[in-house]
């Protein structure tokens, strides 16, 4: 679901072309060699050609005097520069004038003054409390930082390789497109006379540095940095700079948290709307290019412009974007053949034995399910649920078990090989977490004691073990009495769904009776639902605090610490009901006459007489859809809702056009703040349906298809927030989807156990196979099918005598309410010797058996299903062959530039000493 161009060279030598990243080595041999200016496209190379250029061009455009022409007057008014149409617009800070935190705010904006950032402050129109103060990084503070910062940028050599794009997408297209008659020629691809020049020419890129600075392509210093590099490197400073008087006090987050500023953002490129056609007249700017082409509902079956999302918001949201086009992609197949088995279900249902059996059988009295209100009834009555069951329950479980555990193992394979292209197209192979910095809570805190950095030779703060471990029994203290809460908060529905069947037994409406189990699953569902949000929101509060109690050192530590813990919280919480129903309901309720009893009082909930998978699917089928929905609404929804009423109110208050004139930073603060902590929440919500669609997916094959139709929304969704309702994020670099990777693994490794267990104990087929080969009318015969399968209903079910109850006042209101006539037998799922005989309700010889079989099941699945996982781990390589080619080339390229640089140099001075030679023999070349 996503199109990524490359991000490196592709230029012309002869019939030769080169594909070459930046190495950090490099940089030894620039001053060996010769710099070759040559034109190059700058961050705007992908507005449409004829119309759209970059603001700043006309405002950076430096002569040879170094002196700027006259301003454009767009640039005084399209609020993306000060007020003198010169200085572009870096960062927005806002506060309020009533705010009492003025000395510290004074005291941080001098101090920024002081880094040699330019600040311009704005009165806000809609309200005279509201300040902008807007921050403007000059050409020397950028240089300087960029250096401190290791930022990665083009330079003017230019090798050349034969570029090979990985061509898996385009096959598939070629395959696809025999059979799309009446699809468009490219149904997926990007549209070209929209964005000629997705292929952009970026070149080798190193780290820069001011003592090279003439190696690297400058021919635009506004535009040099684009808009993306220039918020992080301020964002960069505003994080280090002092608000007090102490080494301790500083931070621009520490200012947001105590209100000393409201907000804090970099500024969207303009509007994302225009009132002419991208097509015919360009975009206007990156925004609105990026909504036309990949934020629209109109392309929801484009590939998304990966490249393009990158270079607005970072490379961190672009791998968000890049993995959940990937993960949606891969789910195709899956959802497919998920489809086939719930159709093979319908397709069978008439010829499945055991459902005749099960609606046939009306002379069979089952016992009740609950005491005193709920009354005996035929077997017969279950037999639209044995329908059901058996949609989900059948034949083709097994295989689509195995499947989707071989599934989630080749999608993590084979994303690891995508992120690698994605990884070298975009230049991160060379970005590594040593070059992060040090998070400035952590510099405060641990000030006072540093240490070498092994790595750089750095004195910098440093955490002592014994802190550091006391620190993190704390924090692990406080998860284990979290996922402790859920618990309880579990043992709370289950108290609930123990109590109220017996309510909805004695129900007067006849539909909620006769359905009391169902009635009782699907609200307890509902409750269930509930408490997870509430929970969640507590989750968040805790996993923040003990987080922060931990002092990670960088931000990415900071980050991975808080996404385990809310992982680990979220996923209990979802998943500890749904695990209840599969592995624990029905199991240890004992029998009749001798049930167990929860505080000796209430009975122990049992299955339906068709078994409990039809539980399992409802939980599933429930917290997915509500969940979805949930998450879709406050991802959207409310955002869009906080919009309209902001929007409403300035039309209110300033006529039908007044937003129309405000300032970019006027607008942008108008937005919806963006999440404090990044992507979580989007990774979250996909790595919950990850385990939703794989862990229990024996139990509901419909899954990945509900999956699937969500992404396909998500996508578009996520894109449109980003776009149009949420102030624009900070672009920040990452190399991979970090900890989010290793959490995958877990969760593919965990759904192969749960699998084998649903399939083992919370499905029939066990029972089933065991009867069909050693019971059942073919036993002995080595066959199986339906025929084998007579029978089958009667040999699962124990006989109970009625007076053996341990209530007899309960059995005889039993009797009077099945129709009028008392009962003197009634049946129950078990294996059981009958009343009447040597060791009445002892558990018979088909009981071991079918035990026996499930142990061997669940041993033969595991091992079987984790030795094809780990043989297909090793036979997909993490590099495609054609990249791994490329880098191999390239290491060749550069030994060979370093010789012929060599080379030059040892020519050169060689030139140079016979040249001093002639001189000073008077002789003068």
């Excluded at 496209?41 to 050609?49: E, T, V």
């Excluded at 600075?213 to 220039?230: G, Q």
Aim: glycine share 6%; proline share 4%; charged share 25%.
């Amino acid at each position: 679901m996503e199109a990524s161009s490359s991000g490196k060279c592709a230029l012309s030598n002869g019939n030769t072309e080169i594909h070459y990243p930046g190495v950090k080595d490099i940089n030894i041999f620039f001053d060996d060699m010769e710099a070759a200016n040559s034109p190059s496209k700058d961050d705007d190379s992908l507005l449409h050609a004829g119309n759209l250029t970059s603001m700043s061009d006309e405002v950076s455009r430096i002569d040879a005097e170094g002196e700027i022409p006259n301003v454009p007057e767009k640039n005084k008014t399209n609020g993306l520069f000060f007020n003198d149409g010169k200085c572009r617009i870096d960062y927005i800070l806002v506060y309020r004038k009533s705010s009492p935190q003025s000395e510290k705010r004074e005291i941080f904006e001098r101090n920024i003054r002081a880094e040699g950032l330019q600040i311009e402050k704005e009165s806000s129109i809609t309200n005279s409390d509201i300040m902008f103060v807007k921050v403007h990084a000059p050409w020397e503070v950028l240089g300087r930082y960029a250096e401190l910062m290791n930022v990665r940028m083009p330079f003017r050599r230019k090798i050349y390789y034969l570029h090979r794009r990985y061509k898996f997408m385009s096959r598939m297209e070629k395959q696809l497109s025999r059979f799309r008659g009446w699809l468009p020629k490219k149904p997926m691809r990007l549209d070209k006379e929209t964005i000629p020049d997705l292929e952009e020419n970026d070149c080798y890129t190193a780290p820069f540095s001011q003592q090279r600075i003439h190696h690297f392509i400058i021919n635009n210093k506004d535009t040099f940095f684009n808009n993306a590099t220039r918020s992080r490197i301020v964002h960069h400073i505003l994080q280090r700079v002092k608000y007090e008087e102490g080494k301790n006090k500083i931070g621009l987050n520490r200012l947001l948290s105590n209100c000393t500023y409201e907000a804090a953002f970099p500024l969207h490129e303009g509007g994302y709307r225009s009132k002419n056609s991208i097509k015919t007249h360009g975009a206007d700017n990156h925004r609105h290019l990026l909504f036309e082409c990949w934020a629209s509902w109109r392309v929801w079956f484009k590939y998304q412009p990966l490249d393009l999302v990158r270079r607005y918001f970072g490379e961190k949201i672009g791998l968000y974007f890049a993995w959940l086009g990937w993960y949606t992609g891969m789910l195709f197949p899956a959802a497919i053949i998920g489809l086939f088995v719930f159709l093979y279900g319908m397709f069978t249902l008439d010829s499945c034995q055991v459902s005749r059996e099960i609606c046939e059988a009306t002379n069979i009295t089952m016992c009740p399910l609950c005491d005193k209100y709920c009354p005996f009834m035929r077997l017969s009555d279950s037999c639209v649920y044995a329908k059901v069951t058996h949609l989900f329950d059948n034949g083709a479980t097994v295989f689509f078990a195995v499947f989707m555990a071989v599934w989630a193992t080749v999608f993590l394979e084979f994303w690891k090989r995508r992120r690698a292209v994605i990884a070298y197209d975009w230049d991160l192979i060379d970005w590594e977490e040593e070059e992060e910095e040090i998070r400035p809570q952590f510099e405060a805190k641990y000030s006072k004691k540093e240490r070498l950095n092994p790595v750089s030779g750095k004195p910098e703060p440093y955490q002592a073990f014994a802190d550091k471990c006391s620190r993190l029994v704390v924090s692990a203290s406080g998860i284990f009495f979290m996922i402790c809460v859920v618990i309880a908060a579990v043992f709370g529905i289950v108290i609930y769904r123990v109590v109220t069947v017996s309510t909805f037994a004695a129900f007067k409406w006849a539909l909620i009776r006769n359905n009391s189990q169902v009635a009782t699953t699907g609200t307890a569902v509902c409750i269930n639902f509930c408490i997870i949000m509430l929970l969640n929101v507590l989750y968040e509060k805790v996993a923040l605090f003990l987080t922060n109690l931990e002092q990670p050192r960088t931000e990415s530590e900071w980050e991975n610490s808080f996404t385990l813990k809310m992982f680990l919280f979220q996923f209990v919480n979802l998943n500890s009901s749904t695990f209840y129903i599969a592995f624990f309901l029905g199991r240890f309720t004992g029998r009749p006459g001798a049930y167990l009893r929860l505080i000796n009082r209430w009975r122990l909930e049992e299955c339906h007489p068709s078994g409990c998978l039809i539980d399992l699917c409802m939980q599933m089928g429930i917290i997915m859809v509500l969940k979805q929905t949930w998450n879709n609404f406050m991802e959207l929804g409310y955002p869009l809702i906080q919009n309209w009423w902001t929007r409403r109110r300035l039309r209110l208050e300033h006529g039908a056009h007044g937003k129309a004139s405000f300032p970019q930073c006027e607008k942008d603060y108008n937005l919806q703040p963006i999440n404090p902590y990044g992507l979580f929440e989007e990774y979250l919500e996909m790595i919950l349906q990850f385990g939703f669609t794989t862990i229990f997916v024996a139990a509901f094959p419909l899954a990945p298809l509900l999956a699937l139709l969500n992404n396909i929304i998500e996508i578009r969704l996520d894109a449109y927030k980003f776009i149009t309702q949420w102030r624009r994020p900070l672009g920040s670099r990452a190399k991979d989807i970090g900890i989010w990777y290793g959490i995958l693994e877990g969760i593919g490794i965990l759904s192969v156990i749960t699998n084998a267990f649903v399939i083992a104990v919370t499905s029939d087929f066990i029972p089933r196979l065991v009867y069909a080969y050693k019971y059942g009318p073919c036993a002995g015969l080595g066959q199986a099918g339906e025929k084998c399968m007579v029978g089958y209903v009667n040999a699962s079910l124990s006989v109970f005598l009625v007076n053996n109850f341990e209530n007899r006042s309960d059995s005889e209101f039993h009797a009077r309410r099945f129709n009028g006539s008392p009962v003197k037998y009634c049946r129950y799922r078990d294996y059981r010797n009958p009343p009447h005989g040597p060791e009445p309700y002892a558990y018979t010889l088909q009981f071991w058996h079918v035990l026996a079989a499930r142990l061997a099941f669940i041993i033969v699945f595991e091992h079987l299903v984790f030795c094809i996982k780990n043989l297909i781990s090793y036979l997909i390589p993490d590099l495609p062959k054609d990249l791994r080619d490329r880098m191999r080339r390239e290491k060749y390229l550069i030994q060979e530039m370093m010789y012929e640089a060599e080379l030059e140099r040892v020519q050169k001075e060689k030139k140079e000493r016979k040249r001093n030679g002639k001189c000073q023999n008077n002789e003068w070349p």
